[in-house]
């Protein structure tokens, strides 16, 4: 798994109607820590929110994982309403009308979500641990 940063300048080309939320984390200060932890690497986020409930978004493309039948995968890393939220496209794809629909990956979310853990605890060296996390919600 490779995580590239989608720059607010490209975020629309990127834009995608089947993100869907794989873990919220309520841990105090989190979201905070994640946001400088983002900022000091990216700049400013990919989309910029002007909501109390939303104050960044910083979304990636997933490169090394399959998310067939769609051709790309997304992974956004937010904060919502003082929480840090972690979401993705994966299991997802759009019908011929554009409405979201699940695919045969759908199943699979779970899965993924441990996979993403397990790239992003060490990468944004997280005080937390969300392995942990994950495994009282299942």
């Known amino acids: 798994m490779e995580l ?15 993100v869907r939320p794989l ?5 105090p ?16 986020p990919s989309t910029v929110a002007a ?3 939303n104050t960044y978004n910083y ?5 090394g994982v ?13 904060d919502w309403q003082n929480n ?3 979401s993705s496209d ?18 699979e979310r779970a899965t993924f979500a441990k996979q993403v853990i397990a790239y992003i605890q060490p990468w944004l060296s997280l005080p937390i641990n969300l392995a942990e996390h994950l495994a009282e919600n299942d």
Do not use: C
């Open 4 to 18: 590239e940063f989608i720059p607010v300048e490209d975020f629309y080309f990127a834009l995608t109607l089947t």
């Open 84 to 86: 840090l939220r972690i």
């Open 51 to 53: 909501a109390s409930q």
């Open 90 to 107: 994966y299991g997802w794809s759009l019908d011929k009308d554009r409405k979201p629909i699940r695919t045969a990956r759908f199943s």
């Open 29 to 44: 200060g989190l979201a905070g820590y994640v946001q400088h932890q983002l900022s000091q690497r990216y700049g400013q």
């Open 66 to 78: 399959d998310n067939s039948p769609s051709p790309q995968l997304i992974l956004s890393i937010a």
């Open 59 to 63: 979304v990636f493309r997933v490169n």
């Open 23 to 27: 873990l919220d984390l309520d841990q």
